[in-house]
């Protein structure tokens, strides 16, 4: 019966020391392995074995990406409060030996260490809004995500972690600055809107003047050439009657006839003309004898002005 307890006993201590000597590493994560508190290797994910009651997994660390939000107040440098919701991005370097020795041991535990990473987040944060004005700080999203892994990266990289990404989910200010930042921007609203309705109305009015400068010009130009024309035929018509004035003139010459029969001629016509296509209008001219032989002997001289130029 002794025998039969020894042996049972002896069975149960056997399999709970094969039981103890596999450690199954989850997938994702590493497990790093202590002999009497002194750190002595690091198990990859899947089946692994250790010495029983020897070997103690101490901690088991997680290389996948995590993240965390952040809420927090910061302090321009012209005294506004400024409010920032972000989410943070980060994971462990590699799986490097001295990497997950840095990860396990640097802090006492997770809840330390992600105490030390936001609050090192906040205050570079804070340090750099402190250098801008309140104006400038919704502009400014990617300069401060840039500072801020700029100076923890290092730091970071110390503990066994890489800062992967830092968005700025939202930037809000105090109440009152909000309005006041609303007025100013509808402020310069109005302010664009009344300089675009005066370039509009001036080069409207420029418009305006250039069309009227252009339809002056044009009738100018027209009414000179109109002039011109005008000229022109009433010089043609002058010199069509002195050619044939003095066409006619010599034609009487060599029939031996008095050319003041043409002159005359012509002021009875004139005088025709003036009757038929008066409209009622009131014309004076001189009938008399001493005046027609005024008119003809105006026309005699012109005659002979046209012949001199030949």
């Given at each position: ?15 709970l ?25 690091v ?14 997994v ?33 994971s462990?370097?590699?799986h490097a030996e ?25 205050g570079?944060v804070?340090?750099?809004v402190?250098?801008k004005?309140?104006?400038?700080i919704?502009?400014l999203?990617?300069?401060?995500v840039?500072?801020v892994?700029?100076q ?13 990404d ?29 300089e675009?309705?005066g ?38 018509f ?11 003139a ?6 031996q ?17 003036f009757?038929?296509?008066?409209k ?6 001189d009938?008399?004898t ?21």
């Open positions: 019966m002794d025998s039969m307890i020894g042996f049972v006993v002896s069975f149960v201590v056997v399999l020391l094969l039981f103890s000597a596999f450690v199954t590493v989850q997938q994702g994560t590493v497990a790093v392995i202590t002999i009497f508190g002194k750190f002595q290797r198990m990859n994910p899947g089946l692994n074995i250790k010495i029983p009651f020897i070997e103690t101490f901690r088991r660390v997680s290389v996948q990406n995590r993240s965390a939000e952040l809420e927090f107040q910061a302090t321009t440098i012209d005294q506004a409060n400024v409010h920032f919701t972000a989410m943070l991005l980060f462990v370097v590699n001295e990497t997950i020795k840095n990860v396990a041991f640097k802090f006492v535990d997770e809840q330390n260490f992600m105490q030390a990473l936001v609050r090192s987040v906040e570079s804070r340090g750099f402190a250098t004005k309140q104006s400038e919704l502009a999203r990617r300069e401060i840039e500072d892994k700029d923890l990266d290092h730091t970071l990289e110390g503990w066994g972690y890489h800062l992967i830092l968005q700025m989910n939202d930037i809000t200010f105090d109440e009152a600055i909000m309005r006041s930042m609303a007025q100013v921007v509808a402020s310069n609203n109005l302010k664009a809107a009344a675009n309705e370039q509009a109305l001036l080069i409207t009015k420029t418009k305006q003047a250039e069309a009227e400068g252009n339809a002056i010009r044009i009738a100018a130009e027209a009414e000179r050439q109109a002039a011109q024309l005008r000229g022109q035929g009433i010089a043609l002058r010199e069509e009657v002195a050619k044939g004035m003095t066409q006619a010599k034609e009487m010459q060599a029939a006839m008095d050319t003041s029969a043409i002159l005359f001629s012509m002021w009875t016509e004139s005088l025709k003309h009757a038929e296509y008066g009622g209008n009131v014309i004076l001219l009938g008399s001493e005046g027609m032989a005024r008119t003809m002997h105006q026309m005699m001289s012109l005659t002979q002005l046209q012949e001199q130029k030949k």
